[in-house]
Nanobody, 122 residues
Framework: VQLQASGGGMVQAGESLRLSCAAS???????IGWFRQAPGKERAFVAA????????YYADSVKGRFTISRDNAKNTVYLQMNSLKPEDTAVYYC?????????????????WGQGTLVTVSS
């Protein structure tokens, strides 16, 4: 599975961005997750969605501000980020998991895309 993340950029606090994660296939993977890594910090779970059904879940820090969605026809998962805060600044990664689950650890994901940088200024 190859993943291509895009959509990062520099915005001011309160503004929005939409990240995209294009997957080469969705036959074998079961869900896509978004993670982020700020400078000097460990990679942290943001949100995840299953390719089928209604499964989606979020980190508490982004719940109510971020929305994860998918377009199965395009093999693409989106992360709509609203009301961005300076603490959302990080490199954002998408990852694919071969099984369904609610594992939030990066080690629970099997394939990773390159990151896309999101910078939120105050």
């Amino acid at each position: 599975v190859q993943l291509q993340a895009s959509g990062g950029g520099m915005v001011q606090a309160g503004e929005s961005l939409r990240l995209s994660c294009a997957a080469s296939e969705r036959t074998f993977s079961r869900q896509i997750g978004w993670f982020r890594q700020a400078p000097g910090k460990e990679r942290a779970f943001v949100a995840a969605i299953w390719w089928s059904g209604d499964g989606a879940y979020y980190a508490d820090s982004v719940k109510g501000r971020f929305t994860i969605s998918r377009d199965n026809a395009k093999n693409t998962v989106y992360l709509q980020m609203n009301s961005l805060k300076p603490e959302d600044t990080a490199v954002y990664y998408c990852a694919a998991r071969m099984t369904y689950g609610t594992n939030r650890a990066p080690a629970g994901y099997d394939y990773w895309g390159q990151g896309t940088l999101v910078t939120v200024s105050s």
